[in-house]
C-alpha cells in the first residue's frame, strides 16, 4: 500500500500510514470474521462470507459502485454497505500503487438487499462533498456473433462455436424477416460464466477469425434491462415476434382476440415484430399462455410480456453499451390516438443485438400532444432555458450541457468511408473549442453508420460519455458498464 492516505472517516482529512491501513483492514476482518485476498488487480473481502453453505447468490444480488474517492478502502465502504444486508462479497478494484480504481462491486445474498441498497446509497454522500454511484451490475454471459452465413442452421453454429471456443451453452439464432428458412447473419452465443464470455471475447474479437470462411463479427450482447417484478405486476402489453412482414396489425389482432373477444385494445406492427396491447393485464397473461408458439400466416411466432423501459435514459444506457444503436429496445410510442415508432440509432428493420430472446418494449412515460387552441397564449423562451429531461437526443443534450457550462457549441466534421458490400459509411468527429487543448482534442465514436442522423446522434453520445469522465456532468446511476469487469 502507498506509505499515506486520506482518511476521510466522519469528514477528518488526516494522514493514514501503509501501517494504519494495514491495521485497519486487520481489524475490520477480524470484526467481520471474512478474508480478503488480492489477485487480477482487485482485492476480494468475503466470497463466500464466514459460515456460507451452498452455491453463491443468484444473477442480480450484485451493485456497482462508482466515484469511490482513490484513498478510501474496505474498513470504510464495508460498513456502508453493510446497512442495505449482508455481503456475501466486496470486490474493491485496486491500482498497482495501492490506491482503489475508483469502483468497486458489492455482491450481496439476496436480490432485494441489492436493490435496496441502489435506494439508499445511490448518491449517498461518502465523504462531505464526495457521491458515491450505486446500481445493479449485470454478469454478462453472452456474446453477439455477427456475418453468420444466413444459410447456417443453429446446431451447425452451435457445433462450430463448441470447437472454437469453450463454455458454450447455447446459441440463439432468429430466422430472417424475409425468409424463415435462413438465419438474419447473426446469433448470440451464451457461455457458461462471465470469464468463459471474456476469453471467448478475446479470442475472437481481433477480427481475423473467420467461421466457414467469413470474418465474424463479435462483441458482447446487450444486457437484459432489469425490470423490478412489482412494474411487471402492471404490464398488460405483449411483444410477439418471429412474424411475417405480410401479417397485417388487423390479421394480429383477430388472432389475439380469439381467446376472449374483445380483449385487445389495440396493436402496432413494426416489420416482423408486433406490441399488442390489453385492457387488462390477466387477459394478457392468458393469451400469452395461449399463442407462445402458434401458427400466423405460417410463422411460429414467440410471446413475451413487454418490458417497461425509462426512455428518458436509453440514450445513456446506450453509451454504457446496455443498448445498441440499432437495438428494438429504443422503440417508443406516442399516445393512444397516434402510435408510431421513434428509434434512435438504426431502424428495428436492421439485424439487432437484442440480448437474445428479450424483447423492446414501449416506453414507461408515454409523450403526449395536447389540442391548440385558438387563442391560446404563446411565451417565447430559450430552449436552453429548459430541463434536460425534455431533450430526446443525445445532439441536443450535448448542446444543452456546452452551453450550461459556457462553452462554444460543438463543431461537427462528417467523414466517410465505403463498406465491403458497396455501401457509404459516416462518422462524425466532434471538437468543442473549451476543452480541446485539454486530455482529448476531439471526440469520434468506433462505430460507423449509414444515415447521417444516426452518425451524428452517435458521435454525440460518445461525446457525451467522455464528458462525463472528465466533467461529471451526469449522474452515476449511468455507470454501470463504463468500466467493463
Not at 373477444?261 to 416482423?272: F, H, M, Y
Not at 393512444?336 to 440509432?345: D, I, M, N, R
Amino acid at each position: 500500500m502507498n506509505e499515506e492516505n486520506i482518511d476521510g472517516t466522519n469528514g477528518c482529512s488526516k494522514v493514514r500510514t501503509g501501517t494504519q491501513n494495514e491495521a485497519a483492514l486487520l481489524a475490520l476482518m477480524e470484526k467481520t470474521g471474512y478474508n480478503m485476498v488480492q489477485e487480477n488487480g482487485q482485492r476480494k473481502f468475503g466470497g463466500p462470507p464466514p459460515g456460507w453453505e451452498g452455491p453463491p447468490p443468484p444473477r442480480g444480488c450484485e451493485v456497482f459502485v462508482g466515484k469511490i474517492p482513490r484513498d478510501m478502502y474496505e474498513d470504510e465502504l464495508v460498513p456502508v454497505f453493510e446497512r442495505a444486508g449482508k455481503i456475501y462479497e466486496f470486490r474493491l478494484m485496486m491500482e498497482f500503487s495501492g490506491e482503489n480504481r475508483g469502483y468497486a462491486f458489492v455482491m450481496y445474498t439476496t436480490k432485494e438487499e441489492a436493490q435496496l441498497a441502489i435506494r439508499i446509497l445511490n448518491n449517498y454522500e461518502i465523504r462531505p462533498g464526495k457521491f458515491i454511484g450505486v446500481c445493479v451490475s449485470l454478469d454478462n454471459c453472452r456474446l453477439f456473433i455477427g456475418a453468420i452465413p444466413k444459410e447456417k442452421k443453429k446446431e451447425e453454429i452451435l457445433d462450430e462455436m463448441k470447437k472454437v471456443t469453450e463454455g458454450v451453452v447455447d446459441v440463439i439464432v432468429y430466422p430472417s424477416a424475409t425468409d424463415k428458412t435462413k438465419n438474419r447473419g447473426f446469433a448470440f452465443v451464451e457461455y457458461e460464466s462471465h470469464r468463459a464470455a471474456a476469453m471467448a471475447r478475446r479470442k475472437l474479437i481481433p477480427g481475423t477469425f473467420q467461421l466457414w470462411g467469413h470474418t465474424i463479427q463479435v462483441d458482447w450482447a446487450d444486457p437484459e434491462k432489469e425490470v423490478d417484478e412489482e412494474t411487471m405486476q402492471r404490464v398488460k402489453v405483449l411483444y410477439v415476434r418471429n412474424l411475417m412482414i405480410s401479417t397485417t396489425e388487423e390479421t394480429i389482432k383477430a388472432e389475439f382476440n380469439k381467446f376472449k373477444p374483445g380483449a385487445v385494445e389495440r396493436v402496432k406492427k413494426l416489420r416482423d415484430y408486433a406490441f399488442v396491447h390489453f385492457f387488462n393485464r390477466e387477459d394478457a397473461v392468458a393469451a400469452m399462455s395461449v399463442m407462445n408458439g402458434k401458427c400466423i400466416d405460417g410463422a411460429s411466432i414467440e410471446v413475451t410480456l413487454a418490458k417497461p423501459v425509462n426512455k428518458e435514459n436509453t440514450w445513456r444506457q446506450h453509451l454504457n453499451g446496455q443498448i445498441s444503436p440499432n437495438s428494438e429496445n429504443l422503440i417508443v410510442f406516442a399516445n393512444k390516438e397516434e402510435s408510431h415508432p421513434k428509434t434512435l440509432g438504426k431502424p428495428p428493420t436492421l439485424p439487432t443485438r437484442l440480448n437474445g430472446q428479450h424483447s423492446p418494449s414501449p416506453s414507461e412515460v408515454e409523450r403526449c400532444t395536447y389540442p391548440f387552441f385558438p387563442g391560446t397564449k404563446l411565451t417565447p423562451i430559450s430552449v436552453y432555458s429548459l430541463k434536460s429531461n425534455h431533450f430526446n437526443s443525445a445532439v441536443m443534450h450535448l448542446d444543452y450541457y456546452c452551453n450550461k457550462n459556457n462553452w462554444a457549441p460543438p463543431e461537427y466534421y462528417l467523414y466517410s468511408t465505403t463498406s465491403q458490400d458497396g455501401k457509404v459509411l459516416l462518422v462524425y468527429k466532434i471538437i468543442i473549442p473549451a476543452v480541446a487543448n485539454g486530455t482529448q482534442s476531439y471526440f469520434m465514436p468506433d462505430k460507423l453508420c449509414t444515415t447521417l442522423e444516426d452518425a451524428k446522434e452517435l458521435a454525440a453520445q460518445f461525446t457525451l460519455l467522455h464528458l462525463d469522465r472528465e466533467h461529471n456532468l451526469f449522474s452515476l446511476d449511468l455507470c454501470r458498464r463504463i468500466w467493463r469487469k
